[in-house]
């Protein structure tokens, strides 16, 4: 199994920037891709950006394109996404995913964190 702690969600004003975290535990060499997902009020959940555990690739959702940037970093068994020049549309409850392959379902979300962007 594999445990996903979020962190690093707040209320930041539009234009403002903010970096949220997710720290993997036990059996992270299973993980293959990571990603984060959000999901505001009364929509459905959208993935936002992913990378590759092994290859570092990462893909991004076209909305964030330019201004969220997600890493890794092994070591510490820890993903990040780096949120720039926020947008009240970016305003939801972030979570953390894992596949064990691709085109595994995600797996093993973690509690989320709620970022709010005032405009």
């Known amino acids: 199994q594999v445990q996903l702690v979020e962190s690093g969600g707040g209320l930041v004003p539009a234009g403002g920037s903010l970096g949220l975290s997710c720290a993997a535990s036990g059996r992270t060499f299973s993980i293959y891709f990571m990603a984060w997902f959000r999901q505001a009020p009364g929509k459905e959940r959208e993935f936002v950006a992913g990378?590759?555990?092994?290859?570092?690739?990462?893909s991004y959702t076209d909305s964030v394109k330019g201004r969220f940037i997600v890493s890794k970093d092994n070591a510490y068994n820890t993903m990040y996404l780096q949120m720039n020049s926020l947008k009240p549309d970016d305003t939801a409850v972030y979570y953390c995913?894992?596949?064990?392959?691709?085109?595994?379902?995600?797996?093993?979300w973690g509690q989320g964190t709620q970022v709010t962007v005032s405009s």
């Open positions: 995913a894992f596949q064990v392959q691709a085109g595994a379902t995600f797996g093993s």
């Open positions: 990378v590759n555990w092994i290859t570092g690739y990462t």
